[in-house]
């Protein structure tokens, strides 16, 4: 029942902007984008969404296809602590909804 | 910046014995969830909490599993009769009135033996 497909692990060289793609081809008009991502078996952190509209936040930013198809999560200059496993996640935008299905998601490693 | 905070944060248990995990949501949140995740595997929903009751669950919440906001700030998540299968990372998370996302709180490792 994925609603969403992203390659299973990538590498970054530290300081470089790491670029995670994520495709969800199947998205609904009222469904937005979340990105969480998990370091190491600590809790998921939220760290980006939108719906059709490129976002920015002090993380990262979230660009998402005219068709809304498919979108990249950009961290703009990759640490080392941003190795994590990070999730994409569509979802329709309701408080308190259990709709947030985590998949298997990108293991981003970031090489020094 | 507020965060949510869960204890212990690893625990072990025979099987058979009961466990009580606990979490302290952020101050002002509403919303309550616990979640599972075995090791290697995905993180996944076990039950939702809103207005002191539960409002889904999943097929994984059976009979062995309880929730209860005891006062104005605990959050538990009880397991009956712990089974070897119950070992796994549990997390708690919450969200306010609007928010967009969820808090995560770092997890109890819960290990059956």
């Known amino acids: 029942d994925a609603k969403t497909t992203q390659p299973p692990s990538m590498d970054c060289a530290e300081g470089r902007a790491a670029n995670l793609p994520c495709n969800h081809s199947?998205?609904?008009?009222?469904?937005?984008v979340y990105w969480y991502r998990q370091i190491h078996s600590q809790g998921p952190q939220y760290i980006i969404h939108g719906l059709k509209n490129n976002e920015t936040n002090e993380m990262a930013s979230l660009i998402i296809t005219e068709d809304r198809k498919s979108s990249t999560l950009i961290l703009p200059h990759a640490t080392l602590r941003d190795t994590a496993v990070y999730y994409c996640?569509?979802?329709?935008?309701?408080?308190?909804?259990?709709?947030?299905?985590f998949g298997t998601g990108t293991r981003l490693t970031v090489i020094p | 910046e507020p965060e949510v905070t869960q204890t212990p944060s690893h625990q072990v248990t025979q099987m058979g014995q009961e466990v009580i995990l606990r979490c302290v949501p952020i101050?002002?949140?509403?919303?309550f969830y616990w979640y599972r995740q075995i090791l290697g595997q995905k993180v996944e929903f076990l039950v939702s909490?809103?207005?002191?009751?539960?409002?889904?669950k999943s097929e994984i919440f059976d009979d062995q599993f309880s929730v209860e906001r005891p006062d104005g700030s605990n959050f538990t998540l009880k397991i009956r009769s712990t089974k070897l299968e119950d070992s796994a990372m549990y997390f708690c998370?919450?969200?306010?009135?609007?928010?967009?996302?969820?808090?995560f709180g770092p997890g109890t490792r819960l290990t059956v033996t």
């Open positions: 909490f809103y207005n002191n009751e539960i409002s889904e």
């Open positions: 199947t998205i609904s008009g009222n469904e937005y």
């Open positions: 998370a919450s969200s306010g009135q609007g928010d967009r996302f969820r808090y």
């Open positions: 996640i569509v979802r329709v935008d309701q408080t308190g909804a259990n709709n947030l299905f």
């Open positions: 101050s002002n949140h509403l919303y």
